[in-house]
């Protein structure tokens, strides 16, 4: 998968396996370039992802299907509907900068988790209510629990976050009053390191007073991926941390305080591996239920897996593959058992063999497994919705270019859409490429335009929405959009180009990241924003 520019400040969490790379999220910044580590077979940059994994039961081996094929580019069909016509004016809060100069990670019901170059994450909550109005709260920076061993030093990088429900009390207590759902606070997630390639000292998590705690005390390598927290299945945190004995990263599943709503860590426990010296915990489903990763076999080949949070190791979900499936991966998990992840084949790419990456989704409900792929590109999932469709990117080969072309996706079940570029405002072509960031749930996808390879994706670029399970998917260009409804009503935001949406949560809510001209110099500023600011 793919690897980008560290001056991208939507740089994706890089996972790199032997010597190629593959991006499971795009949404975070080129401070968590220090992130990189390498333990035994591996080496990662774990960064502000928001990886998706599933989890579940013991499963017999998968029945491959045949391979479905990519449907037509859809940005070559006649021209849709202008979404920006149905807009209409929004209200004046509806949009809010959150800060200048550094960039918005992610957003969850209204809590948004932003940090600098150097780390050390900031959390803020914007209480929306039915119109799409904010009121902030105030800023709260996180801070390390106790000294020495405990975090002194660190830099506390960014990798997501979620919210949390928790009743309103007294400091240090950060739960906040909403106004339009529960009462809770915004539970972060990432990797502490001591700054610099091969500096991780462990995965983090906050409470609910926001004291950061550390997956384990001897600073040793680590990361947090993903985290959720449901009513009924609990609160849990999955990532990867050094096992003593074997001195290799395996996967694990921490446990948070959910009974008692602090969301502070009680246990941890170890997956192990099929055999190998390591695995990895790389995301989780929303309902806390599926977890999924890779794990390597005694013969030290990467194998796509998934656990339920109950369980005490991994399930092989690669057993029955296709024996040219080189190496598998799970990166995304719905609430009903469908996990869809990456596998490496061979392909003939400009008449050379290449390795490639296509996609699958797998049931565990069934023990069956789909294939699909796009001619000339590897394909990397980010969600699997509850009905078994897959959204994510599609990465195309170019061994010329550095910043290669990407085009949304849609896996419905039978056909893999691709949703090509969005027509640029500023060149009326199509892009050369649009990445996305962090979709949610639903299916919605945001991100990153670019008019050539020369331009990275980020704040330089140009944002774009699409909901690829709408009736008639189509490209919203969301700096244009945002200008239309929200100038007039917030005059402030007139000066910036909207270059990039970081992340969209399950109330619609995003993170843009925008650019302006002051004096001959640019200035960043992250910005949150409600849908009625970009789409109908």
Known sequence: MQSYPCHDRDLGALYFYGKRSFTFSSDTGAAMAAQLHQPTKHRFLATACSLVLAACFAASAAKADTLVVISPNLS??????????????????????????????????????????TGQPTLSF??????????????????????????????????????APCPVTALPSRCATSTSGPSGVGVGFGQATFGGAGGAAGGWVNDNTM?????????????????????TNGAYAVGWDLNTSTFSNHGIIWTLDSAGQTYKPLSKKDLGTLGGMTSQALAISKNAKYVAGIA?????KAHAVYALTSASGWTDISTGFPSEVIKSRAL????????????????????????VDIGFVYDTN????????????????????????VVGNAEFIDPGTSIKSNHPFLFDGTTMVDFGTMVLASTGQPAYGCRVNRPNNLGEMVGSCIPNSATPYGVSGAAFFIDATATTPTFV????????????????????????????????????????????????????????????
């Open 296 to 300: 390597n076999t005694a013969n030290n």
């Open 332 to 355: 995304a998990a719905s609430n009903t058992g469908f996990i869809a992840g990456s596998a490496t084949v061979k392909r003939t790419i400009a008449g050379k063999k290449h390795s």
């Open 366 to 389: 069934t023990s069956t497994v789909k294939f699909f792929e796009d001619p000339g590109a590897n394909v990397i999932p980010m969600k699997v919705l509850d009905d078994g469709r």
């Open 126 to 163: 914007y209480d929306a209510d039915a119109t799409g109005d904010f009121n902030p709260s105030g800023s709260i920076k996180l801070k390390p629990a106790g000294n020495g061993q405990s975090g002194t030093g660190l830099f506390f990088n960014a990798g997501g976050i979620v919210f």
């Open 477 to 536: 260009d969301v700096n244009a959009a945002i200008h239309a409804t929200s100038d007039a009503s917030t005059p402030q935001i007139k000066p910036y180009v909207m270059g990039s949406v970081t992340s969209i949560d399950d109330d619609h809510e995003i993170t843009v990241m925008g650019m302006k001209i002051q004096g001959g110099q640019a200035n960043e500023a992250a910005f949150l924003a409600s849908k009625v600011t970009y789409s109908p």
């Open 211 to 231: 004291t950061a705690y550390l997956t384990n005390t001897d600073q040793n390598t680590g990361s947090i991926a993903g985290l959720s927290v449901d009513a």
């Open 76 to 117: 070559s069909d006649s021209a849709p509907t202008d979404p920006l016509a149905a807009l209409a004016a929004a209200p004046t809060n509806s949009i809010k900068k959150v800060v200048n100069g550094k960039y918005a990670v992610q957003v969850d019901n209204g809590w948004v988790i932003f940090q600098g170059f």
